[in-house]
């Protein structure tokens, strides 16, 4: 009977030991969270160039054309709730709910590795290019948190056709925007009309390449 209760216990810690094991510094989708700077509730708009010459997340812009920061910051967490330390940057990135941003090589990477306490960021300007404005989920190995339903940030870029390099094709879309209806894809300061100002933002793009 003795020894009954000592396997059962035997049995009982080894299940929870390896439970423990499957989970400890396994990144959990729901554990781990992420946020944007800004606090607000307006979408944020990060204007992109291919060559990474376009605008970091802390020059975001809000509608109406006002800057916001809109760094994405990534504490990873196991099933247990602990950080996860060192995590390496090329497993985490962010992308389109819709799949509209094309970033350079495939995948917009977090900044860096999780740090001692788990984090990790988004705040460099993306080498990247084409335009969505969907929510920006973060991807953790392939598959998005759960713990949020996604960002409120929009990308846009004077590649506009998301080929990788800025060019008179671009211009040519451009130049449709400029003149018809009013498109998320060419107003680049999200100032709700595209201008003179956004005709800037394209001619200076114009020969951006992904490296
Ligand atoms: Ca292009
Ligand atoms: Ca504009």
Redo the contacts with the bound molecule.
């Keep these: 009977m003795l020894l009954r209760k000592i396997m059962g216990l035997a049995v009982c810690a080894m299940i929870i030991g390896s439970a423990a094991f499957a989970v400890a510094g396994v990144p959990d989708l729901q554990q781990s969270t992420a946020v944007r700077a800004y606090g607000g509730v307006e979408t944020t708009s990060v204007y992109s160039l291919p060559n990474g010459g376009g605008r970091a997340f802390t020059a975001a812009f809000l509608p109406g ?1 006002l800057a916001a920061d809109a760094t994405v910051t990534l504490t990873l967490r196991d099933g247990l709730g602990v950080p996860i330390a060192g995590f390496p940057f090329q497993d985490m990135w962010i992308e389109s709910a819709d799949g509209g941003l094309q970033a350079c090589g495939g995948n917009a990477t977090a900044n860096q590795n999780t740090d001692v306490n788990g984090v990790t960021f988004w705040t460099n300007p993306l080498f990247a290019g084409d335009q969505s404005a969907a929510l920006t989920l973060v991807m953790v190995s392939g598959d998005p948190l759960t713990s949020n339903s996604g960002l409120l940030i929009s990308f846009n870029s004077a590649d506009i056709n998301g080929d990788g390099v800025v060019n008179l094709s671009d211009g040519g879309f451009f130049t449709q925007d400029l003149f018809g209806a009013y498109s998320y894809r ?10 003179v ?2 005709a800037g ?1 394209m001619s200076n793009g114009i020969g951006a390449a992904c490296p």
């Design positions: 054309g060419s107003d680049f300061n999200y100032d709700g009309v595209i201008n100002s956004d933002f």
